[in-house]
């Protein structure tokens, strides 16, 4: 099918091709997009004002990945929950279905636990 003009083609297709055409080209009832970010400071879409110390905060947030350093304290953290913890929670339930299982006589050997 050869393409006259934009217009022409979203009259005769289906209301979902229109929809979905219509949003490719920008804004959903046909409008151009805007960007967002050329707002900052001022009335955005919806007329509301920014907050800078928000964007900014905001800002500070997103960009953690490029303040990050290794400090002893951060290692020992990550040591901690990434050894520590689930070894804790191992020997916590491996005592626990020992506990049971003595408790409830099976002491043939079979161990059907962890």
Aim: hydrophobic residues 35%.
């Amino acid at each position: 099918m050869l393409l006259r003009s934009s217009t022409s083609v979203l009259r005769r297709a289906p209301p979902a091709i229109r929809v979905a055409q219509r949003r490719m080209a920008g804004g959903f009832d046909g409008r151009p997009r805007t960007d967002h970010t050329k707002h900052v400071g001022g009335p955005n879409i919806i007329g509301h004002t920014q907050n800078m110390a928000i964007e900014k905060y905001a800002k500070y947030k997103e960009d953690y990945h490029m303040r990050f350093k290794w400090t002893p304290q951060r290692v020992r953290d990550c040591l901690l929950w990434a050894v520590g913890f689930p070894l804790f929670l191992y020997t916590l339930v491996k005592t626990e279905q020992i506990r049971v299982d003595q408790q409830n006589g099976r002491t043939d050997g079979k161990k059907d636990y962890l």
